[in-house]
Every structure is written in C-alpha cells, then in structure tokens.
C-alpha cells in the first residue's frame, strides 16, 4: 500500500533521515516512536511530500509519487494529515474546514460537499460544533475536526504527526477514541505518537527511531516486551517515568 | 446607605456609555466656548462661514472622487506586489528557473515600494504632473488625471506594504495544512492566505485611506478644484482665511471620522473569533448596547429577549453539577428577597425596585442600565 525505501533527507548540512525504509499494508496501524529530533515528522512529511525527500522512493500501491511527472497535490489528496498543532483554517467554521477541500479540490457541488462534510462532522462527534469557530473549539474538538478534514477527502492513508501532544490531558482520550474507532473500522493509518496505551493497543507494527535511523522495528509486543538495544531500553524507561 | 448610594454612582460612572457621553459633552463644549472666543474676538465670522459653507460641497466631492479612484486603482496592484514582496523570498531560493524568472519582477516590486515610501507624496505629484502635462499637454482636466495618477501611484506602494505585512502574518501551519488536503499554491493563497490577511489588516487599511484622502489636499498645488483649494481661494479672494482652514477642517474632520467608526463598526460585526480584531469592546458605536451581547443570546429568554440571569447560570453550570445540587445551589437560586410592593400596587418579589435616577432613566431609554445587566461578559472560552 505504502512503501518508503532508503529514504534521505538534508536540511543543509542536517542529516535528518539517513535512510529510512518501511511498508505498510491496506487496513494496517503503523505507529513510530523516538525521542524529539529523530526525524519523525519529517518522515510524515516526506511521505506526503510537503518535505521533498533528497533521495529514495515514495511508493504509494506501487507507484512512484516522489518523481517530477507526478504532480504533489495529487498525492496529498491521497493522503490525509493531522498536524500536532491541528491548523484548522481560522477564518472558517469546522464545517466549512471540512467541505474547503471537497469544493475546492475534489470540485464537488457545494450541498453535497455540505452534507458529506456534516456527515464526518457527526462521525468524530461534533455535528453540534459545525457553525463553530476553531477559537471557540476546545483542543480535542479542533483536533477532531482536523482528523474530520482529513477524512472527507476519502484518502487511502491517513498520517498522524503527534495529534495529541498539544493537548491537554483531559482531552487526549477524545482524540484516542477516534483514531482507536478508524483503525478498527480498517482505515490505514501511520501514527507518531508518545501515547503507549494507543501503541500497544491498536498498532500492528512498531517503529523505533533515533537519530534519523530506524533502530528497532516489529509487533508492539517485541519492540516493547523485549527491547534489544540500550537507546531504546533507556527511550521507554523514560516515557513510563 | 449614603455609602452604598456613593459605590453605586462611582461604579455606574465607570460604565463606558456613561464615560464616552461625558467625554463628547466635554469635547463639544470646548469648541462652542473656543469658537464663540475667537468670534468674539473677531478672528472667526459666524456669519461668513453661515453664508458660504456650501462653497465647498463641489471640492469636497473632488477630492473624495480623486481619493476613492486612487484608492481602489491602488488596492488592484497592492494585492499582487504585496503577494510578491511577501513570498519573494521564498522564490528566489529556490534552486530552478522559476527564480530567474521572478527575480526581475520582485526587485522592480521592491525597488517601487522604497521609491514611493522614500520620497515626500508632494514631490511626487508635481514630478507625475510635470511628466503628465509633459506628455499630453492638450488633454482635457490634466490636472486632475495627473492628480489621480500621482495619489494612485503613492497608494499602491503603502497598500503594498500593508499586504506583505499581511500575508506574512498568517501562520505557516495554515499553508501547511491548505497544501495537506491537495490544495495548488494558488489555491491556498486564494482561499486561505489572502481572507485571513485581509481580516488581519482591516485597520491599516482604513488608516491608509485616511493618509490618502488627506495627502489629497496636495493636490491643490497642482490646480485640483479640490478641498484645500477651494480653503486657499477663500482666504486669497474673499479674505477670509482663518474661516476657510476652519471650515475645510470641519469638512475634513465629517468625512473622515464617520467614516473610521463605520469600518471600525463593520470590523467588530464581522469578526470571527480569534482572528484579527479583538474581542468587541463593552460599547458599540457610540456608545450605548441595546441588546444582549450576541454569545450571550442562547440565554434569551423567549418572551421578553432579554438575558435571564437565572438561565444564564444554570446553562452554564448545568454541565458540570449534577441537576439535584443546582436547585439548592445559593448562587444560582438565591433566595427570595422581602416582599414588596411596587409603584403599581402589584406584588414584587426578588429583584429590589429600581430607584436610582440612572436605572429610570435607562429604562426609558430602553436601556439595561450596568447595574440591571447581571453578570458582566466573561472571556470568550470555548464551549463545551
């Protein structure tokens, strides 16, 4: 479904993915941990292309989307992101965040777009909150009318890049619940994340990263049951605390 | 019972309407003293300025005229140069030939901008006359073509500026997240970049207007009929300056001060939470709020459409205690104050009668006094 293979990126002379590769099959939950700095983010962005990789493949169903002949709004319209930040678009009430890229991207009339959009408004919960500005939002609300944006426009992948960690905590399990609810309903998912409870719970493979490298990879049972390095020993002795 | 009269007063004093009222009354008056002074004193003529003060309608309408098709002209050429100097940057570090490409167009953008902002708009409307006249000399209302070119070429380099400002404050996780759902450059800048600047800049904006519509009174020096003009023809050839500056003044000060409130008005109506203006000020317009505040308004009560306090706290709180412990809640359900009657004879029961001479007074102007309002407007949080 998607692949990455030997994936480099430089920011000047920042070596920040020094070779990554990973698959990930239809229906399937990736979540990558690793302390902050060892190029997580970045990684999410160059499978989407915000971040053109320097060197290496992006495949999606096989099919090289890093190239000059394949345009990258295409490939983000395959894929759905949700942003640490959530940045829903300010000027705009949650449903009009959500139909923006149905009208304007995927060119549908502007009532179906409507009705579509105040469908994935009531499937993350908020169909009371479509009139509401994202300032008038709580931060789960926000970040759930962000996953609400991501999802109208169907895509075959969705990234997270840490969606709960601008949260406060009486709000992370909102979040959780959604995520936890479309990984169940089949949808493919790459998660960055520091919440355990969700690794260990609905990831099916688990990526340890450090230092722009992939240090440890495997079920969420291996990679945090039997931890065979150090720096990752050390990594999650710190995040239990 | 003097003292609580006392608190009363000073907190009522403090209720904006009351204050901004006070400081018009003030205000008013001292130019009625000034005026009649210097008239007194034979400086000013009230009669002079009584019998000519339509003089200056035909320059007035010039002068908007010149300043609103500059202005608007202005705007058109501000939007992509202020795009340019904006995202310029950005584009000639990139590594293909697009960069080549742009790089002449952002230096003649940039190099415009620090023309126009680096010289006096006077010399710039006599050299755009000289140029003009130069050029077409046969041309019917040169002056006034020059004029409009001059003001609009000025305009544009501070619009200019006012939009870089603009697209450059609005955040970069907006822009990521336009791109993220498959949105073209274009699209993102179209849809999401340029509304939120645009809100983000209603107040420069409008003062450039200001800026504009007073630097055309420079016009003048270039034979424009316009406002300044039709002031220097009263003073030169009917010998009245003092009453010309004065009444040009006047005319200035009514065009432009309605003007900024209308916008200012407009900008809070508008407004969407969070972004660019700050929360609406307790006063709207001049002064006086006839209605509730619009967050407020869920809590109207059907029949009289004004905020019931009791509905208001218990809306509030109903989320958070459990529905048995609001009912005995003292804060929410006071008890009943000793009963009384009113002026009719009708049975009164909780609310004490208002008595005050400012809480009459509100009412019959249909107005909640600061002390009948109930609880003042908390910070606008999100809603659960």
């Known amino acids: ?241 | 019972m003097e003292s609580i009269r006392l608190a009363r007063l000073s907190r009522l004093l403090e209720e904006a309407p009351i204050k901004t009222a006070l400081a018009l009354m003030a205000l008013a008056a001292f130019i009625v003293v000034g005026l009649t002074v210097l008239d007194r004193a034979g400086f000013v003529s009230f009669d002079f300025i009584a019998a000519n003060w339509t003089f200056l309608l035909g320059p007035a309408e010039l002068a908007l005229f010149a300043t609103i098709v500059s202005y608007v002209i202005g705007f058109g050429f501000a939007i992509p140069m202020g795009a340019a100097r904006a995202f310029g940057p950005g584009i000639l570090k990139r590594r293909d030939t697009s960069a080549w490409i742009f790089a002449p167009i952002y230096g003649f953008v940039s190099g415009y901008a620090e023309a126009v902002r680096g010289t006096p708009v006077y010399v710039q409307i006599l050299l755009v006359h000289g140029l003009v006249t130069a050029a077409v000399p046969k041309l019917s209302a040169v002056s006034l073509w020059a004029g409009i070119i001059a003001l609009t070429i000025n305009t544009a380099g501070y619009q200019t500026e006012v939009f870089r400002a603009g697209f450059q404050s609005v955040g970069q996780g907006q822009l990521e997240a336009a791109k993220s759902i498959g949105m073209r450059k274009f699209q993102a800048f179209r849809y999401i970049t340029f509304p939120q600047a645009l809100r983000l800049i209603t107040l420069p904006l409008v003062n450039e207007w200001i800026a504009l519509f007073k630097a055309s009174s420079l016009l003048s020096a270039i034979s424009v009929l316009e406002l300044m003009w039709g002031a220097q023809y009263i003073g030169v050839n009917l010998g009245h300056p003092i009453d010309g500056f004065l009444m040009v003044s006047f005319y200035y000060l009514v065009i432009l001060i309605p003007l900024s409130r209308v916008v200012s008005y407009i900008e809070r109506k508008k407004r969407i939470p969070g972004l660019g203006t700050a929360e609406p000020a307790r006063t709207r317009f001049i002064g006086f709020r006839r209605t509730a505040p619009q967050d407020l308004s869920s809590f109207l009560s059907e029949s009289s459409g004004r905020v019931s306090r009791d509905a208001f706290l218990q809306r509030r709180v109903a989320h958070t205690i459990p529905d048995g412990v609001l009912a005995q809640h003292p804060s929410i359900d006071p008890p009943p104050r000793e009963r009384g009657r009113d002026a009719e004879g009708s049975e009164t029961i909780g609310a004490a009668p208002r008595t005050s001479f400012f809480s009459r007074t509100a009412d019959r102007l249909g107005l909640q006094s600061g002390l009948a309002r109930g609880p003042r407007r908390r910070r606008e949080s999100f809603q659960h």
């Open chain 1, 1 to 241: 479904m998607i692949a990455v293979r030997g994936i480099h990126k430089w920011f000047g002379p920042l070596h920040v993915l020094r070779g990554i590769d990973l698959e990930v099959t239809k229906g399937e939950v990736l979540v990558i941990v690793g302390p902050s700095g060892s190029g997580k983010s970045t990684l999410l962005r160059c499978i989407n292309l915000l971040v053109q990789p320097d060197e290496g493949d992006v495949l999606i169903e096989g099919v090289k989307v890093n190239s000059p002949k394949i345009r990258p709004e295409w490939v983000r319209q395959q894929i759905g992101m949700v942003f640490q930040s959530f940045n829903l678009f300010t000027h705009l009430t949650a449903l009009q965040n959500v139909s923006l890229g149905l009208t304007k991207v995927k060119k549908m009339p502007a009532q179906e777009a409507e009705k579509l959009a105040r469908y994935e408004l009531e499937r993350v919960g908020l169909a009371d909150k479509a009139s509401s500005y994202p300032a008038q939002l709580s931060g789960g609300q926000q970040q759930r009318v962000a996953i609400a944006r991501a999802l109208a426009l169907n895509p075959k992948v969705m990234l997270f890049d840490e969606p709960t960690s601008a949260l406060d905590p009486e709000f992370i399990h909102e979040v959780l619940d959604v995520m936890v609810k479309l990984a169940e309903e089949g949808m493919t998912m790459i998660v960055v994340t520091h919440e355990m409870g969700f690794a260990k719970g609905v990831a099916d493979q688990v990526i340890f990263m450090d230092a722009g490298q992939i240090v440890e990879a495997g079920t969420p049972a291996e990679v945090f049951g039997a931890p065979k390095t150090e720096r990752l020993r050390s990594f999650i002795s710190k995040i239990l605390g």
